[in-house]
T-cell receptor, first 114, second 111 residues
Framework: ETGVTQTPRHLVMGMTNKKSLKCEQH?????MYWYKQSAKKPLELMFV???????ENNSVPSRFSPECPNSSHLFLHLHTLQPEDSALYLC?????????????FGPGTRLTVL | DQQVKQNSPSLSVQEGRISILNCDYT??????FLWYKKYPAEGPTFLIS?????DKNEDGRFTVFLNKSAKHLSLHIVPSQPGDSAVYFC??????????FGTGTSLTVIP
């Protein structure tokens, strides 16, 4: 499989659940990103990892917890979410973080919090 | 406050005609701009970019124009094809840092 993949594609969870989103890139890239896209809002950058180290954390609530075990995998652990967290969560990767990157996006996980 | 704005949520164009998608930005430090295209149920895919040292970049049917004084960029698609129907996002970055995205414009090309 090539490109950037995300699982699951759809997720419905209650506010007390714990779930994880998974992203995998097969492009040999060194940087990975989590974005949130809410309805009628621009894509919001949540986290950036470069060479498995977190380099940006854009004031994201602690109920979102990222993990990057290696340069090919990125997780977003979710716990005690709120209904307003329902959105499309997109993962992306790029060759490097420091150069002007062209980011390659996965298909996204559509999350609904009940 | 949104630093990148796409004020037209949707646009319809006849096949074969020109599609013009617009994007405005507020941060004068932005020096690199991209357009992404997104089909339903897929992630955005990179389409074309432009650096602030240029005012035009062309790739096949797609041309991006940058007007730095007006803080405005536009994407022209000529001729438009039904397969171009998608949501188009513009994004901007300053000095290779975080990209800021617009809210997208949904383009429908009518056969």
């Amino acid at each position: 499989e090539t490109g950037v993949t995300q699982t699951p594609r759809h997720l419905v969870m209650g506010m007390t659940n714990k779930k994880s989103l998974k992203c995998e890139q097969h492009l040999g890239h060194n940087a990975m990103y989590w974005y949130k896209q809410s309805a009628k809002k621009p894509l919001e950058l949540m986290f950036v990892y470069s060479l498995e180290e977190r380099v940006e954390n854009n004031s994201v609530p602690s109920r979102f917890s990222p993990e990057c075990p290696n340069s090919s995998h990125l997780f977003l652990h979710l716990h005690t979410l709120q209904p307003e967290d329902s959105a499309l969560y997109l993962c992306a990767s790029s060759r490097d973080y420091t150069e002007l990157p062209t980011q390659y996006f996965g298909p996204g996980t559509r999350l609904t919090v009940l | 406050d949104q630093q990148v704005k796409q004020n037209s949520p949707s646009l319809s164009v006849q096949e074969g005609r020109i599609s013009i998608l617009n994007c405005d930005y507020t941060n004068s430090m932005f020096d690199y701009f991209l357009w992404y295209k997104k089909y339903p149920a897929e992630g955005p895919t990179f389409l074309i970019s432009i650096s602030s040292i240029k005012d035009k970049n062309e790739d096949g049917r797609f041309t991006v124009f940058l007007n730095k004084s007006a803080k405005h960029l536009s994407l022209h698609i000529v001729p438009s094809q039904p397969g171009d129907s998608a949501v188009y996002f513009c994004a901007a970055s300053a000095a290779g840092n975080q990209f800021y995205f617009g809210t997208g414009t949904s383009l429908t090309v009518i056969p």
